[in-house]
């Protein structure tokens, strides 16, 4: 297994090692050693590939990442899995601000913490954070679902429009046009197969679903005069 | 964008590391505030009155300084030089007579207080830690800051960290947006401020607060109300230090724990070569909640 080591070898070196690996197509696996918080490590992967992170790491890790598996052995600064497209990312620690932020696809699981932000303006990924999240999580969120088997904060879900967001613990407070909605079969289904394929220990009749009321689609002609 | 570190030793024994672990964090934050950098460093009070001087021309203006000074004083002082710095340790019964005779003289008063000196400059940090020799020196906690300029000039006075009463300072990243609001305010109950920059508002801001009798928990609580804009504030006392951020906190913070050691750092980057981080306790600081540790 090639291991490339971050205290002898430079980001762009490591990165561009990376990136021609996935796009090989070999289904290699890379070692990423002494990370030391360095941002954008493993960014871009556009095939699949493996790659284990022994450490924490800083700004960006794993942004735009389609069909690679990202393994981040510690935490992720801010940005992780920025605009992922496919694949699956994994934090065994904290995850900082707006992760997993404007996802397109994959799954982006966070053993630890997700701060502020997280999934802000998701567009199909799935994110899962086994701890809590922050303030203005999902906000703007599009498509796609939030799983938290935590707490979330302030304003979860502000202007939400299609993705699903479910809690298994407290909501500090729901956002501009958030609200709670029915957990149907559909929900438990998927709660369930996502549960056991990120070894997260709930169970899905735990959860409580979110989602747009649906009200900010159109403008309210009685609001005319706030504006 | 700004970089903050901060340490504050649980065991005694790294206190004559300190210097070195800070140097270190400081360095890996240049990227995020190459202009300036500065560091307060806080050490046992031995009973003197440290005042950290700064000056443009340091062969001039600290060239028979000591003997000047000790005309005005009762006692002896002490003078250690540090490149444009200089640190005079006084009797506290000297102070008055010895801030006079500075400022008389055109000094710039870095800071005064019985644990904290103040070291700061423009250039990259590693230059300015180089000059100061932060690495050779000992304490019992510190905080260290590169700067970003954008609220004023890149200046010696424009950089981090700022004290505005003994022993207190104030290091942020981030940008108050009712600072001149609040210097005005300030300047009505007599606290004066002496640049333009914002970050000294807010740290007059927490010094006038505790003048009137607030703990350092309340006072900063009090930024969460009073100040507008964005902020991520460490502030160091003779006992210990505190943590902050605004309630949007979009400006980052990190910090690490373990046995030994409290350290913040913009980034996790500045934990990288502490000892024993691997096994450290590391979280996100919540926004709008007040953290603090003392001895």
């Not at chain 1, 958030?178 to 959860?207: Q, W, Y």
């Amino acid at each position: 297994m090639p291991i490339l080591d971050m205290s002898q070898t430079d980001l762009r070196e490591v990165n561009r090692s990376l990136q021609t690996a996935a796009q090989s197509r070999a289904n290699d696996s890379y070692v990423i050693e002494n990370p030391r918080g360095s941002h954008a490590v493993a960014v871009g992967l556009d095939g699949p590939l493996e790659v284990t992170v022994k450490g924490s790491t800083g700004y960006y890790c794993a942004g735009m990442n389609k069909e690679a598996r990202i393994h981040v052995e510690g935490s992720a600064g801010p940005g992780v899995a920025e605009n992922m497209m496919s694949g699956e990312v994994t934090i065994d620690g904290d995850a900082s601000q707006y992760a997993g932020a404007t996802g397109r696809g994959g799954l982006l699981n966070i053993r630890g913490n997700a701060s502020s932000r997280c999934g802000i303006s998701m567009k199909g990924i799935d994110i899962v954070v086994h701890g809590n999240i922050g303030h203005m999580s999902a906000f703007m969120a599009q498509k796609g679902n939030l799983v938290v088997l935590g707490d979330a904060g302030d304003a979860l879900g502000d202007s939400l429009y299609e993705a699903r967001l479910f809690v298994r613990g407290s909501v500090k407070s729901l956002g501009a046009d958030c609200v709670e909605k029915e957990m149907r079969a559909e929900h438990l289904g998927f709660l369930s197969e996502i549960l056991a394929r990120t070894g997260a220990n709930a169970k899905p009749d735990e959860f409580r679903r979110y989602g747009s009321a649906r009200r900010l689609y159109n403008f309210n002609i009685d609001h005319a005069d706030e504006y | 964008m700004c970089g903050i570190v901060g340490l504050f030793l649980k065991n005694d024994d790294l206190q004559p590391q300190l210097g070195a672990m800070l140097t270190g964090m400081l360095i890996t934050m240049t990227d995020r505030g190459p202009d300036s950098a500065g560091i307060a460093i806080y050490d046992r009070p031995r009973g003197g009155v440290k005042i950290t001087v700064q000056s443009e021309r340091p062969e001039d203006d600290f060239d028979g300084l000591e003997g000047a000074l000790e005309k005005t004083t009762v006692r002896d002082i002490d003078m250690r030089l540090a490149d444009t710095h200089a640190v005079i340790t006084v009797d506290p019964g000297d102070r008055a007579a010895a801030l006079a005779a500075l400022e008389a003289r055109g000094l710039r008063i870095m800071g005064v207080g019985e644990a904290m000196e103040i070291y700061k400059e423009t250039g990259l940090p590693r230059d300015v830690a180089a000059r100061f020799h932060l690495r050779d020196m000992a304490g019992t906690h510190g905080i260290g800051h590169t700067r970003m300029a954008t609220e004023s000039a890149v200046t010696t006075l424009g950089a981090h960290p700022f004290s505005t009463a003994d022993d207190q300072c104030l290091v942020h990243n981030g940008s108050l947006s009712n600072h001149n609001r609040m210097r005005r305010r300030l300047a009505r109950k007599g606290v004066l401020t002496k640049t333009e920059n914002d970050t000294e508002v807010g740290a007059a801001y927490i010094s006038s607060r505790i003048a009137e009798g607030a703990s350092l928990g309340d006072a900063l609580e009090g930024t969460l109300k009073d100040l507008d804009g964005f902020f991520t504030f460490v502030t160091g006392t003779r006992t210990g230090f505190g943590v902050v951020r605004d309630p949007i906190a979009c400006k980052p913070a990190v910090m690490a724990e373990t046995r030994d050691y409290v350290a913040f750092g913009s980034e996790y980057r500045a934990f990288a070569d502490l000892p024993g981080i691997g096994g450290a306790k590391v979280w996100e600081p919540e926004p709008a909640t007040v953290y603090f540790w003392e001895r």
